[in-house]
């Protein structure tokens, strides 16, 4: 099993960077796929972002395209997610997401695809 712990949410306005940051503890010697994923309240989980294990692959949300980028230093056993140009309907809180991967050739854009998660981070971007 993995642990994940997510960190870097805060209270924003709009414009404004943030940097979340996922880092797994536990069997970090498996290789993961992993995503990030928001709800906002009074909403279903929705997929963010995702990165294969060897960084060729990356998905994003439309919405987000061009504002957040996925990254990962598996040295440090931590994903990131860059937020820039931050917009209000950007609140919500950021889950940390991951599945244990074999090939390494696809990533999952749909939160059932994973296995593990995190507890979450808030992320409140004001207008």
């Known amino acids: 099993q993995v642990q994940l712990v997510e960190s870097g949410g805060g209270l924003v306005q709009t414009g404004d960077s943030l940097r979340l940051s996922c880092t797994a503890s536990?069997?970090?010697?498996?290789?993961?796929?992993t995503a990030w994923i928001r709800q906002a309240p009074g909403k279903e989980r929705e997929f963010v972002a995702a990165?294969?294990?060897?960084?060729?692959?990356?998905k994003y949300v439309d919405s987000v395209k061009g504002r957040f980028t996925i990254s990962r230093d598996n040295a440090k056993n931590t994903v990131y997610l860059q937020m820039n140009s931050l917009k209000p309907e950007d609140t919500g809180v950021y889950l940390c997401?991951?599945?244990?991967?074999?090939?390494?050739?696809?990533?999952?854009?749909?939160?059932?695809?994973?296995?593990?998660w995190g507890r979450g981070t808030q992320v409140t971007v004001s207008s």
């Open positions: 997401a991951a599945v244990m991967t074999y090939h390494d050739d696809s990533v999952g854009t749909s939160p059932r695809h994973y296995t593990y």
């Open positions: 536990g069997r970090t010697d498996r290789k993961y796929v």
């Open positions: 990165i294969n294990y060897d960084t060729r692959i990356t």
